[in-house]
T-cell receptor
Framework: ETGVTQSPTHLIKTRGQQVTLRCSSQSGHNTVSWYQQALGQGPQFIFQYYREEENGRGNFPPRFSGLQFPNYSSELNVNALELDDSALYLC???????????FGDGTRLSIL | KNEVEQSPQNLTAQEGEFITINCSYSVGISALHWLQQHPGGGIVSLFMLSSGKKKHGRLIATINIQEKHSSLHITASHPRDSAVYICAVTFGNEKLTFGTGTRLTIIP
C-alpha cells in the first residue's frame, strides 16, 4: 500500500514568487487536506478537497489555492509569496470524510 | 484562544515511566485524533476516537465526552517514543483543529 507522498521535500523561494506543492494520496483515498505548520506551532487547516471539489477552507487568503485531480492527487498553489509563508506544508488523505487521515512527511518552504 | 488545549507543553521522563498527556476542548466534537510528529515533520495518526477508549500496543487513548477531555497514555515508555504528540479535533465540518502539541522526551 503506497502512503502519502509529497514533493518537493524542501523548497526555497523569494518574496513575490509563486509555488506549487504536490501531494499523492494513499491508494483509494478520495479526500485530501492541506495544513500549514509554522515553526513551533500546531498545524493550521488550509483547505480540504473531496472528490475534486473544495469541501471547506480555513482562514487563509485567496492567494492560497488548490486542486484535486481525478486520480485524487492534489496541488497547493501559493501566489505572491510572503516571508510569513515560510512553514512546513502537510498534506493528509483519507478514505472519505471524518475518517483517519494519513499524513505525508511535508514540504518545508522557506521564503527569503 | 485555541479551541484545543494540551498539557503539559513539555514532558521529560525516564525510560519505563508511565506517561499521560492531556487534551481538552471547548465545544462538542465529532471526533478526536491523537497524532505523533517526529523531528523533520512527518505525522503519524495514532488514534481517532469519538467515545470510550482505544488501545494499540503500549498506547492507550481515552475520551470523556461530557467533560470534553481526552488523555493519551504510554506504558513502559522508551526513548523511541520521544516525539511531539498532538491532539486534534473535528467539530463536524471535517477540518482538523490542532492543539499546540506536547513535546515528550524519554531519557534512557
Amino acid at each position: 500500500e503506497t502512503g502519502v507522498t509529497q514533493s518537493p521535500t524542501h523548497l526555497i523561494k523569494t518574496r513575490g514568487q509563486q509555488v506549487t506543492l504536490r501531494c499523492s494520496s494513499q491508494s483509494g483515498h478520495n479526500t485530501v487536506s492541506w495544513y500549514q505548520q509554522a515553526l513551533g506551532q500546531g498545524p493550521q487547516f488550509i483547505f480540504q478537497y473531496y472528490r475534486e471539489e473544495e469541501n471547506g477552507r480555513g482562514n487563509f487568503p485567496p492567494r492560497f489555492s488548490g486542486l484535486q485531480f481525478p486520480n485524487y492527487s492534489s496541488e497547493l498553489n501559493v501566489n505572491a509569496l510572503e516571508l510569513d509563508d515560510s512553514a512546513l506544508y502537510l498534506c493528509a488523505s483519507s478514505f472519505g470524510l471524518n475518517r483517519p487521515q494519513h499524513f505525508g512527511d511535508g514540504t518545508r518552504l522557506s521564503i527569503l | 484562544k485555541n479551541e484545543v488545549e494540551q498539557s503539559p507543553q513539555n514532558l521529560t521522563a525516564q525510560e519505563g515511566e508511565f506517561i499521560t498527556i492531556n487534551c481538552s476542548y471547548s465545544v462538542g466534537i465529532s471526533a478526536l485524533h491523537w497524532l505523533q510528529q517526529h523531528p523533520g515533520g512527518g505525522i503519524v495518526s495514532l488514534f481517532m476516537l469519538s467515545s470510550g477508549k482505544k488501545k494499540h500496543g503500549r498506547l492507550i487513548a481515552t475520551i470523556n465526552i461530557q467533560e470534553k477531555h481526552s488523555s493519551l497514555h504510554i506504558t513502559a515508555s522508551h526513548p523511541r517514543d520521544s516525539a511531539v504528540y498532538i491532539c486534534a479535533v473535528t467539530f463536524g465540518n471535517e477540518k482538523l483543529t490542532f492543539g499546540t502539541g506536547t513535546r515528550l522526551t524519554i531519557i534512557p
